[in-house]
């Protein structure tokens, strides 16, 4: 299991890695833009990266590549919130496809996506951390090379936020 503590560290069976935390830390998420980073166990779902600047690697989790037409729903009263959409919209989203790094790499965790809760939160993402590990809007992210060992040794999909 993968394990994420409020004082930024990630650690997974020997590994250890320094992460970004939301803003506010880690605890109750109370709706969408709190910056908190939610506490409890989740799932890591399918892993999304950019195939023109990440190579291919081994991993337990399904891959997607991303391209320029995939969002993610962070409208509170969109029916697709908290979900993969499709771009363009009219309605909020993430583009996963960016200039920047970010999402060269992106996971979603299982917060908030069974019966959703419009307004909780969404897009929960494990991701690459920018520069000087700036604090995240909930996510939890961690530096690119980083990601890729914990992604390449991980063998059960569970992360704990506490």
């Given at each position: 299991m993968i394990i994420v503590n409020k004082s930024g560290v990630l650690k997974y069976k020997n590994l250890k890695f320094k992460c970004a935390l939301g803003e506010a830390g880690i605890g109750k998420k109370r709706k969408e833009g709190d910056n908190i980073t939610p506490k409890g166990s989740y799932?890591?779902?399918?892993?999304?990266?950019?195939?023109?600047?990440?190579p291919n690697?081994?991993?337990?989790?399904?891959?997607?590549?991303?391209?320029?037409?995939?969002?993610?729903?962070?409208?509170?009263?969109?029916?697709?919130?908290?979900?993969?959409?499709?771009?363009?919209c009219s309605f909020s989203h993430e583009k996963l496809f960016r200039k920047d790094n970010i999402y060269d790499l992106v996971i979603p965790i299982n917060y908030n996506t069974k019966k959703i809760v419009k307004g909780k939160g969404s897009a929960i993402f494990l991701h690459i951390a920018k520069?000087?590990?700036?604090?995240?809007?909930?996510?939890?992210?961690?530096?690119?090379?980083?990601?890729?060992?914990?992604?390449?040794?991980i063998k059960n999909k569970k992360i704990n936020i506490k």
């Open positions: 799932k890591l779902l399918k892993l999304f990266y950019r195939s023109d600047r990440i690697f081994k991993t337990l989790l399904k891959k997607n590549k991303i391209n320029k037409k995939m969002g993610w729903c962070d409208d509170g009263n969109n029916k697709n919130y908290n979900k993969l959409i499709k771009l363009p520069k000087n590990y700036e604090p995240t809007r909930g996510c939890i992210a961690l530096k690119k090379k980083d990601l890729i060992l914990l992604l390449k040794n």
